[in-house]
């Protein structure tokens, strides 16, 4: 995967740092995590605050891996600031489609980079459909387009069943981020990846097709 780039070291440092003060500072944590109802108090900070806290070392390892891993393909394609708008952009949209889908519940939280790295992830499949990925429980290569719309595709049925103790909101979101911005910043994926940029836009249609009918 070659040389990582100075801003993901500094991104994954930033996670570490701050997740491990959240882990043993439950006042640092409960002040910056993400709140419905402290959001809607004003505490806009917890938006992004909540971007590097963790519940758990299992939850920072896992995202951090993900960081690591397709961070470099973004990077590569397009260049440092537009990764770091990617990826601040999937954090800030994530916990916004949160926000929206939560809006009545007072007392909603969570915590967590996956917005964020739900839009790298989805930004390197924009850029990059022809990637093969391999899932720890599935031996065989993946070819990155059908990774993404299945990821989502899963994100929805999670949203809807309220499938484990997932912010399948925020991940959604955050693909959503990392999808437009990519298309903002990379406006040639329409002339020459357009049936990539039709296929990966389906479950974000479908999301909001049933929102709209009132069954999300």
């Given amino acids: 995967m070659g040389k990582l780039d100075l801003i993901t070291v500094v991104l994954i440092a930033a996670n570490v740092i701050i997740s ?16 419905v109802g402290g959001v809607k108090r004003g505490e806009k900070i917890r938006i992004f605050s909540s971007g590097f806290l963790h519940a758990d070392t ?5 995202n951090m891996l993900t960081l690591y891993f397709f961070a470099n393909v973004v990077i590569a394609l397009l260049n440092t600031a537009e990764f770091i708008f990617i990826y601040f952009g999937s954090l800030l949209l994530g916990n916004l489609l949160s926000l929206y889908f939560h809006k ?15 839009g790298v992830v ?3 499949i924009l850029l990059r459909p022809d990637m093969s990925l391999y899932l720890f429980f599935i031996p ?16 929805i049925y999670g949203m809807k069943n309220r499938v484990g103790n ?17 298309l903002v910043l990379s406006p040639w994926l329409f002339k020459y990846n357009l049936l990539m940029v039709v296929l990966l836009a389906i479950p974000i249609v479908l999301l909001f097709v049933l929102k709209k009918m009132g069954k999300m």
Avoid: M, R, W
Avoid at 20 to 35: M, Q, V
Avoid at 140 to 155: E, K, N, Q, R
Avoid at 175 to 182: E, K, V
């Fill in 104 to 118: 009545n519940e007072y007392h909603y939280s969570a915590v967590g980079a996956s917005g964020a790295v739900s």
């Fill in 166 to 182: 997932i912010g399948h909101d925020a991940h959604f979101g955050g693909a959503i981020g990392g999808y437009l911005i990519t």
């Fill in 58 to 62: 299992q939850h920072l390892l896992f």
């Fill in 20 to 35: 491990y003060k959240g882990f043993n500072d439950y006042s640092f944590f409960e002040k910056y995590k993400f709140n």
């Fill in 140 to 155: 065989i290569p993946i070819p990155a387009y059908i990774f993404g719309i299945g990821y989502l595709l899963y994100s």
């Fill in 122 to 124: 989805y930004a390197a």
